[in-house]
């Protein structure tokens, strides 16, 4: 099967500035697609070169198996969500949808009988005669959303769409989202700086970091096994501690304390153990647990959550964080209290510096 | 952003003074000009009885008449080609990098600065060189005047509309223009269904702005007319230098009432800017 | 519409000269709309201003007309003359003048017109533009009026007991014709920078102990300089080059540059010395804007 949209050695500066580093990418047709990383590492700049608003100083960019690099955006069977939307605020929600098809010299008739379907499939019929300054944020973004779909294209791009969005209907529209590109079917390359946004949408995730790809996986495989310290770290919370590989069972953290995890890196390679902070439990110290998968500490405070509790506990040179759901009977330990923080083994993963 | 702190006591009081003032000192000769357009007496300034026989004269005047003819005629074409270029000038500077981008700005901002008077000097001595070389050259005899005049309004007017419509580009977001690209526009289908609605009322602006300042100009336009093409600034100007009558009271009202129907325009233009 | 054929390798598709070829391509597109007003500036604007330079150096002959041939500094050391530093200075005097006084109106005024509601400022601002759009010849022939023997003006004081006044063709006449000119050049970008001021801040600075006039001194003027600047330009310069003011409303002892230049030309033929003067006037303008730009303005 060919590729949705194939990166090759991708290089883009601006100036002196490396804004994207040497990227290989394949974005497999049908997939719901996210590029994750903080602001500026590049992920924008990738989006906009498969859209064609930025050309690629090097490498080669195909969509569908054909070469792009250089193709002008209106002669590219892609489609771009912009981030503030960027709806033409002097045409109505009509005429905004089918700007494309009119663009392309389709048939009168036909742009509206299509404008309107894609109206109605983003539920905003009633409205298509509306100026985009009269309606919501949520409203304009599925406008924008019908604009591009309506054209059909073979790969939709969006550009931190939810961003402008507030916390509960950005949490609508993800569920939306998702099913919107089931229906349709086509690959959607996703923009976010929200792991959270990322997760609970991709079939697959790229994270980004200084114009460097550091992983391209499925989301549980991201969580579960980062690449390294970076994507551990942008990835939900987690606790790292820095330690020496020993063997393959075995790692000693860097105040002598040995911990149970399994790795393939050769013994003496500085690496960091991540634990995610609802993985770990916290019980009342005792001497008879099993050493290798819990350490001993003292709980520094005790943050209240509602649904959870999430403990700072005191070890070492360092503070661990656990997370601790708010289920009936749970015990509560006060600020001071002597504790054992212990995980499941497989709980564990270790990450390259 | 909240309002500027109103200060109390005396210093808001000495604020509200100097304020109505301000209108007062604007208003009042305005208001004093057009009441002693219809007095009766040959002193201006001096009130005689009410009388429209100054406007009377003004419509029976060929010299007047003729004068706003040429005045209008100057500032359509001049309006229409600096619209043109101003507008042109301003995309390339916001949404374009090329070679001698920097000289061509600066160059674009000179004629602003610049004073009437050296642009009238540098403008007369060009045509009087310009005209003699064309008549050792080729043997034309030109002489000054409708064009002589329109090629020199341009030659500022250029500058303002560019800054003007510049404004309106820069308020203008650049992911409008990619959005068209995106959605299949080339790019000069890109200018004409989304950035040129978008910069209209600014164009628009700088049309009406070419339009009061060709119409307003007395200076350039003294040093390069010719015969018969005197305008209407030039005219009342002429009048007042010989002697000041009644009758250029009610050219002055005339001429007010124009530059009165630009600033209503162009405060249409404004309110269409803020509403898109 | 591909690039290149199916059967090249991909990775000699794209080579780094792709991105100029591009580049360049766009380069030239705005090098081409910029073009006719480029080409018409350089025409109509820079070989006019040669010109004006080149008869600077000539020489007036017994004619009044110019002779190319002989360069010297002759008009230029004509400016060290008496008459003319008279003239030079007076010309900076009174536009200096006119602007501290369109200042001393201005500043209170945008300040004030900042402090009303939305609304009504909009209002305001208004009836601002109206007279920056108003045909300023027509508006200094008002002041004529006004100012004329048994005008309103003398009625009045006559009506309050103050005897006549005799403003008409003095130097007071010239800087009120100018100010009334060029006021509302002063308040819009005064008005622009003291608007966008975060009211906050003077609040701030009362809050932390700062009296009436120590928030005006230490936050509010620094904070609106830029706009000081702009409006003094903007005042200045028209007021160094005036012709039309003095003329109308200035007598035999209030000849300004402005009219002085144009007398060269018109009346006294001589075009080297008129150029000479025309091109310091300029030199002055140019090196007060370069200051402005080079203190970060941004805006005229």
């Known amino acids: ?353 | 952003m909240s309002t500027a702190v109103e200060p109390r006591g005396w210093a808001k009081l000495a604020l509200h003074i100097n304020g109505w003032f301000v209108y007062f000192f604007f208003y009042a000769p305005i208001a004093l000009l057009v009441l002693f357009s219809f007095s009766n007496n040959r002193n201006v300034g001096i009130w005689g009885g009410f009388t429209l026989d100054w406007y009377q004269e003004f419509f029976n005047s060929s010299n007047a008449q003729g004068a706003l003819s040429n005045s209008v005629k100057i500032a359509v074409v001049v309006t229409f080609v600096s619209v043109i270029l101003g507008t042109m000038s301003a995309l390339a500077l916001e949404r374009f990098t090329f070679r001698g981008k920097k000289v061509f700005d600066a160059l674009l901002y000179l004629p602003i600065i610049i004073p009437d008077v050296t642009m009238a000097v540098m403008l007369l001595l060009f045509f009087g060189e310009f005209f003699e070389l064309l008549d050792m050259a080729f043997g034309f005899q030109l002489r000054k005047g409708f064009w002589s005049i329109v090629i020199s309004h341009i030659a500022f007017n250029i500058s303002f509309v560019s800054v003007v419509v510049r404004a309106r580009l820069t308020g203008m977001d650049t992911d409008l223009e990619e959005a068209a690209v995106d959605l299949y526009a080339s790019r000069w289908k890109a200018f004409r269904y989304v950035t040129f609605p978008q910069i209209l009322p600014g164009i628009a602006g700088g049309a009406l702005l070419a339009m009061t300042l060709s119409l307003d100009d007395v200076v350039i336009t003294q040093f390069v007319t010719g015969p018969g093409w005197t305008t209407l600034p030039v005219y009342v100007f002429g009048l007042i230098r010989k002697g000041v009558t009644p009758a250029i009271n009610s050219i002055s009202v005339i001429m007010l009432l124009a530059s009165m129907i630009l600033v209503v325009l162009s405060l249409f233009a404004e309110r269409a800017r803020h509403s898109v | 519409m591909a690039i290149a054929s199916d059967q090249s390798s991909e990775e000699d598709r794209m080579t780094p000269q792709f991105e100029k070829v591009a580049e360049k391509k766009e380069s030239r597109r705005g090098f081409l709309l910029a073009l006719p007003s480029y080409v018409y500036l350089i025409i109509f604007f820079v070989i006019p201003l040669i010109i004006v330079l080149v008869y600077s150096f000539a020489t007036r002959n017994r004619f009044g007309g110019t002779d190319l041939s002989g360069w010297n500094l002759e008009s230029y050391e004509r400016i060290a003359e008496p008459i003319v530093r008279t003239i030079l200075f007076r010309s900076l005097w009174l536009a200096f003048l006119t602007t501290v006084i369109c200042l001393l109106i201005a500043y209170p005024f945008a300040y004030f017109l900042a402090t009303r509601r939305p609304a009504i400022r909009n209002v305001m601002l208004v009836f601002v533009m109206i007279p920056f759009w108003t045909n300023f010849l027509v508006r200094n022939f008002a002041w004529r009026v006004i100012l004329g023997n048994d005008g309103p003006l003398t009625k009045t004081t006559e009506f309050l007991g103050l005897g006549t006044q005799e403003l008409l063709f003095s130097q007071k006449a010239v800087v009120l014709g100018l100010v009334y000119g060029y006021l509302p050049f002063m308040i819009l970008p005064l008005y622009a920078a003291i608007e966008r001021i975060d009211g906050q801040l003077i609040e701030a600075s009362r809050d932390l102990y700062g009296s009436a006039w120590q928030s005006f001194r230490n936050v509010l003027l620094p904070l609106s300089m830029p706009g000081v600047i702009a409006g003094s330009i903007l005042v200045f310069i028209p007021s160094m080059g005036a012709y039309v003011t003095p003329e109308i409303l200035g007598g035999a002892k209030t000849t300004l540059l402005g009219s002085y230049i144009v007398t060269q030309f018109l009346t006294a033929r001589n075009w080297p010395f008129g150029a000479a003067l025309s091109f310091v006037l300029m030199a002055i303008m140019l090196v007060g804007t370069v200051i402005y730009f080079r203190k970060g303005g941004r805006t005229l």
């Open chain 1, 1 to 353: 099967m060919v590729a949705a949209v194939q990166l090759k050695a991708i290089s883009k500066k601006f100036g002196d500035v490396v804004a994207v580093d040497n990227v290989d990418l394949i974005i497999e047709d049908g997939e719901f697609f996210s590029m994750l990383g903080p602001s500026g590492c590049g992920k924008t700049t990738t989006l906009r070169m498969i859209a064609g608003l930025e050309f690629p100083t090097e490498g080669s960019l195909s969509i569908f198996g054909e070469e792009v690099g250089t193709l002008a955006p209106n002669k590219r069977s892609v489609n771009t969500v912009f981030q503030n939307y960027a709806l033409f605020p002097h045409l109505s929600v009509l005429d905004n949808v089918g700007f494309g098809l009119k663009m392309k010299g389709v048939d009168k008739k036909e742009i509206k009988v299509r404008s309107m379907e894609m109206i109605e499939l983003v539920q905003l019929n009633g409205y298509e005669n509306r100026k985009p300054s009269q309606m919501s944020g949520g409203q304009q973004q599925r406008v924008a959303l019908a604009r591009a779909l309506v054209n059909q294209p073979k790969v939709l791009l969006l550009d931190e769409p939810l961003g402008a969005l507030d916390l509960k209907l950005r949490q609508e529209m993800q569920v939306e989202l998702k099913k919107l590109q089931r229906d349709v079917g086509i690959s959607f390359v996703f923009v976010t700086h929200d792991q959270e946004e990322a997760l609970t949408m991709s079939d697959r995730i790229a994270v980004m970091h200084e114009g460097n790809l550091l992983q391209v996986a499925s989301p549980e495989e991201i969580y579960e096994t980062p690449a390294n310290k970076f994507v551990a770290d942008f990835i939900g919370r987690t606790n790292l501690l820095e330690g020496t590989v020993s063997d393959n069972q075995t790692v000693i953290l860097s105040n002598g304390t040995p911990i149970r995890a399994s790795s393939n890196f050769s013994p003496g390679t500085k690496i960091s153990v991540s634990i995610r902070p609802e993985r770990a439990t916290i019980t009342q110290q005792t001497e008879n647990g099993d050493s290798l998968s819990s350490i001993n500490g003292t709980v520094e405070t005790v943050t209240y959550l509602g649904n959870a509790r999430v403990y700072n506990v005191q070890f070492a040179w360092m503070s661990l964080e656990v997370r601790e759901e708010n289920r009936t009977g749970v015990e509560l330990y006060e600020p001071g209290t002597p504790i054992t923080v212990s995980w499941e083994h497989d709980a564990v993963s270790v990450v390259a510096d």
